[in-house]
């Protein structure tokens, strides 16, 4: 089904292999992302103490990347009960963010270190790691090369083994810049990339940088930005923005979770039309409205555990992270 989508989307949008945005006017016609929701199929437990940076799912184990100064992790964790079969804990000083899974090792990115930690996937030791310039925020492995992402609207290929720059592009939603990309998933030729603290999904072309289609994962509308896939009565205060996805290549469906989510949710996308014509009861079971917790907001809790470096960030595309991180 998959590969018939990247079809549809070449055919719409005219998607030759060649990187042009359309940034000296002379580029193909600016294409609007295909509106796409999710549909919940599954339900699963999650550690809420997992302040979900990265995850990658493969042959049915999960791998989980946690951050925070203090608290950050690698883990292998059971899909179908939440349970952490395996932590490793990163030193305080490290603030973890994306990971991939290349070949038997799993390359961890850091927020503000400059360092990527490769770990043995098996033993979960660190077998070695490589120096990087500007933030990691998130990565995924293509088969061929690692896809990265900083904060800003540029995905970086790297070497898997040297961890070498091979190239960049920069990502346009509707001819736009897109910025805070965050958790990537590599699928096929496509990338997926949550963009920090909104309750949206980018499906990105990486040959062109132009994003296909456009995931919105709000179920629950008076919940705040970010949190609207976690049902509002599921919610701490603590609990913060929709971060995580993974692909699972044995049923073509995707798992989503956020950072301390109780759940995570495996989904299916889907035209945003297709879905909207259906009761209201499959969207949001129950249907009753909800009161959402005194103080619920995600800002406010990232502050009381996140400690903010002191030293500026070295890129000034972004916006700083005013709590915790990204
Ligand atoms: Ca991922």
């Known amino acids: 089904m998959l590969a018939a989508l990247v079809v549809a989307a070449a055919g719409v949008f005219g998607l030759g292999g060649r990187a042009d945005d359309g940034r000296d006017g002379s580029g193909p ?36 990347g946690t951050g925070l100064y203090g608290a950050s992790t690698l883990r292998r964790v059971t899909l179908e009960t939440g349970m952490v079969e395996r932590r490793a804990q990163l030193p305080p000083e490290l603030f973890g963010e994306g990971i991939a899974l ?34 990691g925020w998130g990565l995924c492995f293509d088969g061929r090369r690692l896809v990265m992402s900083d904060g800003s609207d540029t995905l ?18 509707a001819g736009r810049p897109l910025a805070h990309l965050n958790e990537l998933e590599c699928v096929d030729d496509l ?44 919610a701490d205060d603590d609990t913060d923005v929709l971060n995580g996805i993974a692909y699972d290549a044995r049923s073509g469906r995707f798992l989503l979770t956020g950072k301390r989510w109780p759940e995570l949710y495996e989904v299916q996308f889907v035209p945003r039309s297709r879905e909207r014509s259906e009761p209201r009861s499959r969207r949001s ?13 995600p800002r406010r809790a990232s502050c009381i ?7 500026p960030a070295s890129a000034s595309t972004r916006i700083e992270p005013v709590c915790g991180g990204p």
């Open 102 to 135: 290349v070949r038997d090792r799993i390359v961890q990115l850091t927020w503000r270190e400059g360092i990527a930690l490769v770990w043995d996937a098996e033993r979960f030791e660190r077998v070695g790691e490589h120096r990087y310039r500007g933030e």
């Open 285 to 297: 079971p129950g249907g009753r409205p909800r009161r959402l917790p005194r103080d619920f907001g």
């Open 29 to 64: 016609a600016i294409a609007v992302p295909e509106p796409l929701t999710v549909r919940v199929v599954r339900r699963l437990p999650h550690a809420r103490d997992a302040f979900t940076q990265g995850l990658v799912l493969h042959d049915g184990t999960l791998y989980e």
């Open 191 to 234: 990338v997926y990339a949550n963009v920090w603290q909104t309750d949206h999904i980018a499906r990105i072309d990486p040959r062109t940088g132009a994003v296909t289609g456009w995931i919105d994962t709000a179920l629950h509308p008076r919940a705040p930005e970010g949190l609207r896939l976690l049902p509002p009565e599921l």
């Open 156 to 173: 970086v290929f790297r070497d898997p083994d040297s961890f070498e720059i091979t190239g960049r592009v920069r990502v346009r939603r």
């Open 305 to 311: 555990v996140a400690r903010k470096p002191s030293r």
